[in-house]
């Protein structure tokens, strides 16, 4: 089975001469639940941005490597053609359009959907009300005014909106609340569990992440430093202190 996402031997530099990831490879399976883990300045979200085609707009760029979805060459493609052809990314800091409504918000990313049939795109919003029932009750409040954790429920919801082969989410535990953290987690587990959605976790909970994802990531330095199945890698006191700084609490 050709996997959703692939990347091997990948190498990104900023500015030119400053080397954030070296040598990368992973692979996200078609369905699956991958999360790519470490300590801030590890590279996590740099990789999200060079697959989601954003790293350009730093300053980035790949220099080596290959980056494949569902077995197509990928590697310079704009970010606004990748959103077409499915590839959907969460940014860190969630980024909702803050004087929008939640349903106007929802409704920016139907842009994806550009080229790809005629799906109902009322039936996309009731689908991410399913998933997310506090943003069904705000629709037509601005996201300004939404606590933390809904505007990060919005953020996941408007990718959605778009709908994805290969979700990709940054950080999506930052700032919140542990019982919110958990919820969020949970919804995504679901949600990939219901759309067979392939989906790529950058994240610094360990405990979180690898409750819902099947195989797991451990980056340090722009390399990966160990690899395994979920239950392999869930032993946070090890992970805590040899590579997380402590980020492994639940």
Known sequence: MTAALKIEGLDVVYGGAILAISGLSITVPDGGFVALLGANGAGKSTTLKTIS?????????????SISYFGEDIGGVPSYKLARR?????????????????????????????????RSIRAGFDDIYAYFPQLAARRRLQAGLLSGGEQQMLAIGRALVGDPRLLLVDEASLGLAPF????????LGRINRERRLAILVVEQNVALALRQASYGYILENGRIVMEGRAEQLHDRERLSQRYLGGGAAA
Do not use: P, Y
């Open 86 to 118: 499915g590839i959907l990314h969460v940014r860190e800091g969630r980024r909702v359009f803050a004087n929008m409504t939640v349903e106007e918000n929802l409704g920016a990313a139907t842009f994806a959907l550009t080229g790809r049939g005629n």
């Open 53 to 65: 085609g954003f790293l350009q707009f730093e300053n980035g760029r790949a220099v080596a490597g």
């Open 180 to 187: 919110l953290a958990r919820e969020i987690f949970e919804i």
